[in-house]
Every structure is written in structure tokens, then in C-alpha cells.
T-cell receptor, first 113, second 114 residues
Framework: DTGVSQDPRHKITKRGQNVTFRCDPI?????LYWYRQTLGQGPEFLTY????????KSRLLSDRFSAERPKGSFSTLEIQRTEQGDSAMYLC???????????FGPGTRLTVL | AQSVTQPDIHITVSEGASLELRCNYS??????LFWYVQSPGQGLQLLLK??????LVQGIKGFEAEFKRSQSSFNLRKPSVHWSDAAEYFC????????????FGGGTRLMVKP
């Protein structure tokens, strides 16, 4: 069990560029979650997959954000036309459920200049 | 909508002293409750969880928490704090009807004095 991994760990981009993050969950975990954490705050839920189906999306997830989980394995989170307000830590978690405790990856820190 | 409140933003305790971190939640049904710890530059690590049953739950690193339905609380305790416990602590409630998506509190930053 290698845990949840995320790539890249850090991303610096210019406003208006597109970025894509990857999350590899713990193998056999059927649920995968994305959260966003800004400095000094707790994580906020963005979206969740059960296998390959995206079942919940937060109102925080504007139309510039899209997430996929092809074949129910790894997941990608893409942000189009990044804005400075997108600067945050993006966390991925996986679980086997229900109910399932969530195991978190180390996160991808995004800085938009 | 569910919510979690951690009233204490910062807490400082002396090494060896006892610790209690407060957590209050709002949720319509029986909640799933969690405490996570986050060290600088690290991901979130689960300390303990409550799904059902015994309201006093034991976790890793000597932590425990007690679910009190009447007070909508899930406070975290440790009898003797170690310097390595200095970190940010997050309480969270899981939504049973939405894939157990977690709602987190704002966190409590724990500092430990030698």
C-alpha cells in the first residue's frame, strides 16, 4: 500500500493558463475525492467519484474546473483560465465505502501569478 | 447544510499537560465524525473516527474523542501532550447521503511549550 499520491506537488502558473493535476488513489479504493484548502482554512469539498462516475459537485466548482476519473482508477482535475483566487492547496483523498475513512494525499500547491 | 465549528483558532499547552480541542457540528442525522492532524507541508492524517456505537473512541498517538449528541460535540483529548503533537487539527463531519463528503472546521493550531 503506497498511499494516495498526487502530481505535481507544486505548480506555479500565470493567470489565464490552464493547469492539470493528477491523483492516484490507493488501489481498490472505489471512492475518490477532491478538496481545496486555502491558507489558514480547513479543506473544502469540491467533487467526488464512485468508481468512474462523478456523483457530487460543490458549488465551489465553477465551469472552469473539470474532473475526470477514467476507468475508475486515477483522477485528473483541470482548471482552465486560472485566476489568482485559484491559488490554494488541492487535496485528493480516497476511501473504500460506504462509509469509509478517507486517506489523503500530500496535495498539490497551486500558485497563480 | 452541515457545518463544523472549532472555537479555538490557537491553543498553547506545556509539554506533559493535558489537551482538549473543541468541536461542535451541525448535521440532521447521526453523523460520521473525524479528527485529522496536519503538520506543516504534510497531508492530512486521520487520528480517529466515529461511525456508531461506543461514544468514546480511541485513536492513534494516544488521542481519544467523545461524541456527545446532546451537545453536538466531538471534542478531542490527550492526557499528556508531546512536543511532536504541535500541528493543526481539523474536525470534520461526513455527509452520509452524499458519499461521505467531508465538511471541515477551520482548524485549531496547537503549539507546545517545552
Amino acid at each position: 500500500d503506497t498511499g494516495v499520491s498526487q502530481d505535481p506537488r507544486h505548480k506555479i502558473t500565470k493567470r489565464g493558463q490552464n493547469v492539470t493535476f493528477r491523483c492516484d488513489p490507493i488501489s481498490e479504493h472505489n471512492r475518490l475525492y477532491w478538496y481545496r484548502q486555502t491558507l489558514g482554512q480547513g479543506p473544502e469539498f469540491l467533487t467526488y467519484f464512485q468508481n468512474e462516475a462523478q456523483l457530487e459537485k460543490s458549488r465551489l466548482l465553477s465551469d472552469r474546473f473539470s474532473a475526470e476519473r477514467p476507468k475508475g482508477s486515477f483522477s485528473t482535475l483541470e482548471i482552465q483560465r486560472t485566476e489568482q483566487g485559484d491559488s490554494a492547496m488541492y487535496l485528493c483523498a480516497s476511501s473504500i465505502g460506504p462509509p469509509g475513512e478517507q486517506f489523503f494525499g500530500p496535495g498539490t500547491r497551486l500558485t497563480v501569478l | 447544510a452541515q457545518s463544523v465549528t472549532q472555537p479555538d483558532i490557537h491553543i498553547t499547552v506545556s509539554e506533559g499537560a493535558s489537551l482538549e480541542l473543541r468541536c461542535n457540528y451541525s448535521y440532521g442525522a447521526t453523523p460520521y465524525l473525524f479528527w485529522y492532524v496536519q503538520s506543516p507541508g504534510q497531508g492530512l492524517q486521520l487520528l480517529l473516527k466515529y461511525f456508531s456505537g461506543d461514544t468514546l473512541v480511541q485513536g492513534i498517538k494516544g488521542f481519544e474523542a467523545e461524541f456527545k449528541r446532546s451537545q453536538s460535540s466531538f471534542n478531542l483529548r490527550k492526557p499528556s501532550v508531546h512536543w511532536s503533537d504541535a500541528a493543526e487539527y481539523f474536525c470534520a463531519v461526513g455527509d452520509n447521503n452524499a458519499g461521505n463528503m467531508l465538511t471541515f472546521g477551520g482548524g485549531t493550531r496547537l503549539m507546545v511549550k517545552p
